[in-house]
Structures are given as structure tokens and as C-alpha cells.
């Protein structure tokens, strides 16, 4: 009898060691579960049950709570997904295509058969005169300015475009590209032919040069220069909100076709003249401008062009506006409309080195400036990765703002004061549309017009 009793306590003060460890591990269960659902779902499911501990009937509760989750999910996935898409645009117009001279060199240099490729291709480019004809925009470059890959490009900074007022739309433009090496094909395939056709009217020049003296007859129509102010190093701002899509441009300012004009030194560089033609940019030479003003389309000038770039510095505003009158003489030869345009934030873009004008470095770029047209500014930027330095622009905001159209009459024979007339007009305007959004863009920031 004693020994059944003892068995029995035993047995019993067994069975409640193993109900106390399972209750134990059970509560430890619910404990990780409970932390679980507060990092997945934002709350516990033990709120879920009722005084006797049993499940509620909250399914519509948890599921909300799980959709919660995945939007949250793919909101950052998108986030993340955007910032590597926007930097790839900014890579190629950065670094890719700028070097494309020198890969084409390296190439000829280690394949030897290339090179009379090479040479018929740089015979091409001496004697193509695209960039200074005129010619409106063909399919290809319409769809190009309309792509999405300059939408990731603003969005990169991000560039965003403001305007002040309406401006009246222009006329369509006088003459159509029809030809076929005007086509979209000539970008991609036909070089050659247009090799032959330029070898061609280069043996008949005399005959070609009396055609395009009246090539591009004057028509009464709303033209505008848009004179863009500051240069920076590469130009983001103007080049994405006022050439291309990215800022939906068109929806702004309906019926304005804007050609952005460069050096007609770019145009020289293989490969990148095709990124250039394939955005519609011109070279900036005045025969260039007053063809495409002659055929009702506007032109994007950057005023203070490379010497200016040798002034950049994050936190100024130094312009070189004074010395600069080709506008204005161009403005009065076609009586087009001149529009200030600032690009706020654009000195910002790239940690530069403002040069000083006793410097060498500074002499010697604007001894190369004046002799081939462009210079070379000291800057740095982010790599590909953001903690390390390199050539990519860093991400701060730009803000383009149009500002009111200045009306030009068309004066063949004008005078230096008539220069000097509307040249002081444009200056009081710029100054007028930096006093009214510089505390919104850049706040702290002074206007010093150096030239």
C-alpha cells in the first residue's frame, strides 16, 4: 500500500513538471510570435482572443494589416529601383559618351583593320553641316526628347521646371525634312551616304552656296532665345527642362519647339554628335542661329558658355552677362522675343573649385577657351556608389524658371545703342526674376554679375 501511494506521487509530481515546462515553452512560443506580428504587422495577435484565450474572429484586421506590409514593401523596392534606373542616364550623358572618341581610338589602335573605317567616319564629320542648317526635328528625334529616359534623368536630381507666364505659341516651322537621309535611318545606318552626298556638294560648293543663301526665308512668327543663366560645369538643368521631355516641357509651353545649342566643337567628337542630333541640338554659331530662328523655331543659349563654367562654386552665383551681346545682336536680326531662364541650384550640383582670375590654371583656360571653345574646370562629384568621389553630379535639387519674353523688334541696320538698349533690358529682367524665387530655390545666395 505504501509503495502504490508513493508511485502515485511520483507519477503526479511528474506529470506536473511536464505541464509546468510545456506551459513555459508554450508561453516563450507565444512571445516570439507576438514580436513576429509587431514587426511584420504592427501589432500582436494576442489582442486577438477573447477572455478564455480563445482566437477572435479578426481576419479582416490582419489581412489589412499584411497588404500594409507588401505596399510598404514595394514602395521602398521602387524607391530604391528608381535611384539605380535615374543614375544610369547621368552615367552615359556624364562619362560614356564624352569618352566615345578616345574608345573609338583605343579600338583602331589594337584592331588595325579599322582604320579606314575611321577615316571615312571622321571624313563624314568634316564634312556634314547639320548642325548648323536649320533642319526641323524628324521622327526619331521626337520620339527620343519624348522618352522616358530623360524622365529618370530629371528625376535623378530631381530638375523641375517653373514658369512665370504664358508665352504665344510659335508658327510650324517653314521646312520639313523629307529627304531620306533626313530620316530616322540616317542616325543609326546611313553615315555612309551622307558621306557621299556632302563629297558631292562639297565638288559642286558654288552651286549648293547660292541654293542655301535662301534656303530659310524669313516668315513672321513667335521665335524666342531662351538665354539661360548659370552655365555650371555640364549644364543639367537647361539641357533636361528645355530640350528634351523630362519636365514636360510641351505641356508648359504648347506649340514651342526649343533647339538647345552647343559648341560646334561637340559635333566633331564621333559617336556623341549622334547622342547630340539625336536630342536635337545645334551648334551655337550664329549662321545656326539664325537659320533655325529664320524657320520658326526657338534656341537655348547658355549666356555666360565656358568661361563662365571656370567661376562655378556650390553657394554662389557669379554670371558673365555684360560681354556677352550675340543675343541680343541675333535677337535683332530676326526680331525673336529673348526669355531669361535661371537655373537655380545648378552651381550645386558638383563640388568645383572656383578659379581665380590671377591663377594659372585660370590663364590657361581661357587662353584654351579662346583658341578652341571650351575649357577645363576643376570639379568633383560621386562615384557610383555614394560614398566614394568621381565624375557623377551629386543629387540636389535643380529649378529651372522661365521668365517674361522681352520683345525685340527686327532692326537689319541697328546701332551699338541699340545693343546696349536691349542688353540693359535683359540684365534688369534677369535681376527682377532672380529678386522674386531666390529665397524659394536657394535662399542665402547673392547675384554678382562679374562681365
Request: aromatic letters at 12%.
Given at each position: 500500500m505504501i509503495d502504490t501511494r508513493t508511485e502515485y506521487e511520483n507519477h503526479w509530481e511528474h506529470f506536473n513538471a511536464r505541464k509546468e515546462d510545456e506551459l513555459h515553452h508554450n508561453f516563450k512560443k507565444e512571445r516570439l510570435h507576438d514580436s513576429l506580428d509587431e514587426e511584420f504587422f504592427g501589432e500582436s495577435t494576442s489582442t486577438f482572443k477573447d477572455d478564455f484565450g480563445a482566437p477572435k474572429k479578426n481576419v479582416q484586421d490582419s489581412f489589412d494589416a499584411a497588404c500594409n506590409?507588401?505596399?510598404?514593401?514595394?514602395?521602398?523596392f521602387k524607391d530604391v529601383f528608381i535611384d539605380w534606373i535615374?543614375?544610369?542616364?547621368?552615367?552615359?550623358?556624364t562619362l560614356v559618351l564624352p569618352c566615345s572618341f578616345f574608345l573609338m581610338l583605343v579600338h583602331a589602335l589594337f584592331y588595325n583593320f579599322t582604320w579606314a573605317g575611321c577615316a571615312l567616319y571622321l571624313i563624314s564629320i568634316a564634312l556634314d553641316s547639320r548642325a548648323y542648317s536649320g533642319i526641323p526635328l524628324n521622327g526619331i528625334q521626337k520620339f527620343v526628347r519624348r522618352s522616358v529616359w530623360w524622365k529618370w534623368f530629371a528625376a535623378y536630381y530631381p530638375i523641375t521646371l517653373h514658369k512665370t507666364c504664358d508665352l504665344e505659341p510659335s508658327d510650324p516651322p517653314i521646312r520639313e525634312s523629307k529627304t531620306f537621309v533626313d530620316t530616322s535611318f540616317y542616325y543609326l545606318f546611313a553615315w555612309p551616304l551622307i558621306l557621299v552626298r556632302n563629297i558631292v556638294q562639297w565638288i559642286f560648293r558654288s552651286e549648293t552656296n547660292s541654293?542655301?543663301?535662301?534656303?530659310?526665308?524669313?516668315?513672321?512668327?513667335k521665335r524666342y532665345i531662351f538665354a539661360c543663366s548659370p552655365h555650371g560645369i555640364i549644364c543639367m538643368g537647361a539641357f533636361c527642362a528645355l530640350g528634351t521631355e523630362g519636365c514636360r516641357w510641351s505641356k508648359l509651353f504648347p506649340g514651342i519647339t526649343t533647339r538647345v545649342l552647343t559648341l560646334g566643337l561637340c559635333f566633331n567628337a564621333p559617336f556623341y554628335r549622334q547622342y547630340l542630333f539625336l536630342t536635337g541640338c545645334c551648334s551655337v554659331s550664329k549662321k545656326s542661329c539664325i537659320n533655325l530662328l529664320n524657320n520658326n523655331q526657338s534656341i537655348c543659349i547658355i549666356i555666360g558658355g565656358t568661361r563662365e563654367s571656370l567661376m562655378t562654386e556650390p553657394g554662389k552665383f557669379d554670371l558673365i552677362l555684360k560681354s556677352r551681346r550675340g543675343v541680343i545682336k541675333v535677337a535683332l536680326e530676326t526680331g525673336?522675343?529673348?526669355v531669361p531662364v535661371l537655373s537655380f541650384g545648378e552651381n550645386d550640383v558638383y563640388n568645383a573649385d572656383a578659379q581665380g582670375r590671377d591663377s594659372i590654371w585660370y590663364k590657361l583656360n581661357c587662353l584654351l577657351s579662346s583658341s578652341l571653345g571650351f575649357a577645363v574646370p576643376r570639379f568633383i562629384g560621386r562615384g557610383l556608389f555614394d560614398k566614394c568621389a568621381g565624375p557623377l553630379p551629386f543629387r540636389r535639387p535643380i529649378n529651372v524658371v522661365v521668365g517674361r519674353p522681352i520683345d525685340v523688334p527686327l532692326i537689319e541696320n541697328y546701332t551699338k545703342s541699340d545693343i546696349d538698349k536691349y542688353q540693359n533690358i535683359y540684365i534688369s529682367e534677369l535681376?527682377?526674376?532672380?529678386?522674386?524665387?531666390?529665397?524659394?530655390?536657394?535662399?542665402?545666395?547673392s547675384l554678382r554679375i562679374v562681365e
Open positions: 506590409y507588401a505596399s510598404n514593401c514595394w514602395n521602398q535615374s543614375i544610369v542616364p547621368v552615367f552615359v550623358h541654293q542655301n543663301d535662301s534656303d530659310t526665308p524669313k516668315r513672321p512668327g525673336a522675343s529673348v535681376t527682377k526674376l532672380y529678386e522674386e524665387n531666390v529665397d524659394k530655390y536657394t535662399p542665402g545666395v
